[in-house]
């Protein structure tokens, strides 16, 4: 009988900042909560539509997609960033040219960015850089072709999501993201029903369902629940970009340093040992990645309230916020340790036993994925705070230092060297955000501590 009542004081605090992020985690969780039944249903049925060699020619392939996310050059974010805090100080003439002016220039920047994609996939051997066989896999040039093109298509109207996690809505941008991953798996069991796998086939199904999405949320959006904040090209701002670009550089570098460690792995893992093996790696990135699934319903919401709560100054929301986090970081952790020990038995409930996971995989995934989800718990208050110059250093450090750690210790070790290179990469960074986290907050950061 206790759980009603404090589902009640969860959902709605005397606190209006904090009752907004609490019903964005529930919310959240729920739509995750399906986006993660999706991600293990997604793997058992690819595999059977391409097999392991196929699949994992398509993996690679989508990780290099993700690159495309980063030429906004940090817009995205620096938007998000700027507009919660025109939002904060009700300032909606700004919040309207904000928007308009990021989503005229995200247009600017992707039509030369998808001619560029589109002329390497035809010119560049991706059979040669990829080590796939062109007898076990046809027309990797068309698929590269297609999956550019709708992709780039997408990462312009993905801007949406950050106008609500700026409204401090960040549960609307996960059913969009999820509704997109939905209609992908529907469309590939019909792919699998038909008899007609193919990797062509694939593509299409998860690039062209995502922005499906994304086209019918823009009118709803900006036509019917938010018509103030509308893109117009007569609010096109040129010198606004600079204010965008001053805090959305710095998300840039750190968008780029993250797509190098998830593009490089797979990269790095086909050219030296196969496309097969990137399945196998794919798969256990995949479990324990339920745990940052997790973590991110709980802990996204908190980055645009920590930039209200900064500009109004109020510290003691942001500590009382972060002990929260803590509690739930330590249970992930625990968490990780038990997805190791039962993890066999998952795998041959999810995949089946033709496919054998060695422990060393797991045990060193579980490490990796517990050093982020405590480095991003700080990183999200240092986002929201809008303090980005440390982080920038140690990602770009790591992001130098990955591709060469990664390719000596995949050959020496395998799979789990690729791992091991991200562990050793990605734990000086780590560090860092703690310290300048409590540096701010307790109000004795100076100096670069503090830009």
């Known amino acids: 009988m206790k759980i009603l009542p404090r589902l009640k004081s969860f959902l709605f605090s005397d606190n209006k900042r904090t009752a907004l992020v609490h019903k964005n985690i529930l919310w959240s969780f729920l739509i995750k909560g399906w986006s993660g039944i999706v991600m293990l249903l997604s793997i058992p049925i690819t595999i059977s539509c391409l097999g392991e060699y196929k699949n994992g020619v398509w993996m690679t392939i989508a990780t290099i997609l993700l690159w495309i996310d980063s030429f906004d050059i940090g817009l995205g974010n620096g938007m998000r960033n700027k507009l919660a805090t025109y939002l904060a100080k009700d300032e909606m ?37 990829l080590n796939v066989s062109p007898y076990r896999v046809d027309d990797l040039t068309g698929v590269l072709t ?10 312009v109207f993905k801007f949406i999501g950050n106008v609500y996690m700026a409204l401090q809505l960040p549960a609307i941008n996960n059913a969009m993201v999820v509704g997109g991953q ?17 990797l062509f086939l694939i593509a299409i199904a998860n690039t062209l369902m995502p922005l499906l999405v994304y086209l ?47 593009t490089m792995s797979n990269v790095i893992i086909s050219h030296i040992l196969s ?28 980055w645009s309230a920590t930039t209200n709560a900064y500009a109004k100054g109020d510290l003691e929301w942001i500590k009382h916020s972060m002990y929260n986090i803590r509690r739930i970081v330590a249970l992930l952790v625990v968490s990780a340790v038990i997805m190791i020990l039962i993890a066999p038995y998952v795998y041959r409930l999810w995949i089946g036993a033709d496919i054998t996971i060695p422990a060393s995989l797991n045990i060193s995934m579980a490490a990796y994925f517990a050093l982020i989800i405590i480095s991003t718990s700080y990183s999200y208050f240092l986002y ?68």
């Open 93 to 129: 003439g700004k919040a309207r040219e904000c928007v308009s002016t990021t989503f005229f220039m995200l247009i600017l920047i992707i039509i030369p960015v998808l001619i560029v994609l589109l002329f390497l996939a035809h010119q560049i051997d991706w059979y040669k850089i």
């Open 146 to 155: 297609l999956s550019f093109s709708l992709v780039c298509m997408t990462f």
């Open 182 to 198: 939905t209609l992908a798996l529907l469309a590939t069991f019909i792919v699998l029903a038909t008899g007609k796998q193919s």
């Open 216 to 262: 019918v949320a823009y009118p709803l959006t900006f036509h019917r629940y938010y018509p103030q904040l509308a893109p117009s090209l007569r609010l096109f701002n040129k010198n606004s970009l600079h204010v965008l670009f001053s805090l959305g550089i710095n998300f840039f570098i750190l968008q780029i340093a993250s797509v190098v460690l998830v």
């Open 275 to 302: 496309p097969q093996m990137v399945t196998h790696y794919q798969i256990v990135f995949r479990y324990f990645s339920l745990l940052t699934m997790i973590f991110t319903v709980i802990g996204m919401p908190y």
């Open 384 to 451: 929201g705070f809008g303090v980005l110059r440390l982080q920038l250093i140690f990602t770009t450090a790591a992001m130098i230092c990955f591709p060469l750690i990664g390719y000596i210790l995949c050959k020496e070790i395998g799979t789990t060297g690729i791992i091991m290179a991200l562990l050793i990469t990605q734990l000086p960074g780590m560090i860092c955000n703690m310290m300048q986290y409590h540096k701010i907050v307790n109000r004795s950061a100076d100096g670069i501590w503090i830009k």
